[in-house]
């Protein structure tokens, strides 16, 4: 069980890892908002009968009781985090996009710390710090003495106010508690469609320039990265607890890199020096993490 486990986390990671490659080739034909707008239309096309086939839900009364959470949910996990991610890969690589994503364990337990007043250890403190270092080689190139004289790539800027919101999210999700969770996933997504529908007109689509590839990638975003992981990382989850699933984060940048090697996209050595300083620090913050009980190891998340 343990050995399938692991395999389910690694597809998981593995289909994230290209969200951020195609997600790169995806900015090229469409708007950021198109993107986030068409990547949850055929997530729901999926997410909508299996949500009715495993957990049967009563969609109206779930929503008349919890319209509000749901609402503000959409709004930080599909509007804007998703706008964000893909209009940062316009202007930034996907192996960057992937490295700073890899804080997102990190600030979580941050901002877990001020607000829910959760107690860190020195090992998580430790791992924060060499994280923290890490995307700093990479955002400054290697060179941290620029660190306040650099002009940052304006696609790292958004990606990290993208990662700052998905701890937001993430902070905010446990409170919806008693929804079933691809039921939750398939109503925040469906309320983040919507509210993303009034702004696909601030940034129109140009048919023209769209290829068959380019709707291949918007197919896999949907399919792979918002349904895939989303079941695989939960059934993983069950199988091995919240801590140790966590670890598998480690691998995102690492299956970003290697995609994008093949595809023919190039890696500097500041980016390896910080990438593997920045998965050392998620091992870190890793090591002697608070035990969650097995409902708060269940809490639903949407995909990175």
């Given at each position: 069980?343990?050995?399938?486990?692991?395999?389910?986390?690694?597809?998981?990671?593995?289909?994230?890892?290209?969200?951020?490659?195609?997600?790169?080739?995806?900015?090229?034909?469409?708007?950021?908002?198109?993107?986030?707008?068409?990547?949850?239309?055929?997530?729901?096309?999926?997410?909508i009968p299996?949500?009715?086939?495993?957990?049967?839900?009563?969609?109206?009364?779930?929503?008349?009781?919890?319209?509000?959470?749901?609402?503000?949910?959409?709004?930080?996990?599909?509007?804007?985090?998703?706008?964000?991610?893909?209009?940062?890969?316009?202007?930034?690589?996907?192996?960057?996009?992937?490295?700073?994503?890899?804080?997102?364990?990190?600030?979580?337990?941050?901002?877990?710390?001020?607000?829910?007043?959760e107690?860190?250890?020195?090992?998580?403190?430790?791992?924060?710090?060499?994280?923290?270092?890490?995307?700093?080689?990479?955002?400054?190139?290697?060179n941290?003495?620029?660190?306040?004289?650099t002009?940052?790539?304006?696609?790292?800027?958004?990606?990290?106010?993208?990662?700052?919101?998905?701890?937001?999210?993430?902070?905010?999700?446990?409170?919806?508690?008693?929804?079933?969770?691809?039921?939750?996933?398939?109503?925040?997504?469906?309320?983040?469609?919507?509210?993303?529908i009034?702004?696909l007109?601030?940034?129109?689509?140009?048919?023209?320039?769209?290829?068959?590839?380019?709707?291949?990638?918007?197919?896999?975003?949907?399919?792979?990265?918002?349904?895939?992981?989303?079941?695989?990382?939960n059934?993983?989850?069950?199988?091995l607890?919240?801590?140790?699933?966590?670890?598998?984060?480690?691998?995102?940048?690492?299956?970003?890199?290697?995609?994008?090697?093949?595809?023919?996209?190039?890696?500097?050595i500041?980016?390896?020096?910080?990438?593997?300083?920045?998965?050392?620090?998620?091992?870190?913050?890793?090591?002697?993490?608070?035990?969650?009980?097995?409902?708060?190891?269940?809490t639903?998340?949407?995909?990175?």
């Open positions: 069980m343990k050995y399938k486990a692991w395999i389910l986390l690694i597809l998981a990671n593995l289909f994230w890892s290209g969200n951020m490659i195609f997600g790169k080739f995806s900015s090229t034909e469409f708007p950021a908002v198109w993107t986030a707008f068409l990547r949850w239309v055929v997530a729901l096309i999926l997410l299996i949500a009715q086939f495993i957990e049967k839900p009563s969609w109206f009364q779930i929503w008349k009781k919890n319209r509000g959470i749901i609402t503000l949910l959409a709004a930080l996990a599909i509007v804007v985090y998703s706008y964000l991610m893909y209009a940062s890969l316009e202007f930034t690589s996907a192996a960057n996009g992937a490295l700073i994503n890899t804080l997102t364990p990190a600030l979580i337990m941050l901002f877990s710390l001020i607000f829910l007043r107690k860190v250890s020195t090992f998580q403190f430790i791992g924060l710090i060499t994280s923290l270092i890490g995307v700093l080689i990479v955002l400054t190139k290697g941290l003495l620029q660190l306040f004289f002009h940052y790539n304006k696609g790292d800027a958004l990606m990290f106010l993208a990662v700052l919101c998905w701890t937001a999210y993430s902070l905010v999700v446990k409170k919806a508690k008693g929804i079933p969770p691809i039921t939750l996933v398939a109503m925040i997504a469906i309320v983040g469609t919507i509210l993303l009034p702004f007109f601030m940034q129109p689509l140009q048919y023209k320039e769209v290829t068959s590839f380019g709707i291949m990638g918007i197919i896999y975003l949907g399919v792979f990265p918002a349904v895939g992981s989303f079941i695989f990382w059934q993983g989850i069950k199988m607890g919240a801590g140790k699933a966590g670890i598998t984060m480690n691998l995102l940048p690492v299956f970003t890199a290697i995609i994008a090697v093949i595809l023919g996209q190039g890696l500097v500041s980016q390896i020096v910080g990438g593997l300083l920045t998965i050392a620090g998620m091992i870190l913050t890793s090591i002697k993490r608070k035990q969650v009980s097995p409902e708060k190891s269940m639903p998340q949407l995909n990175p």
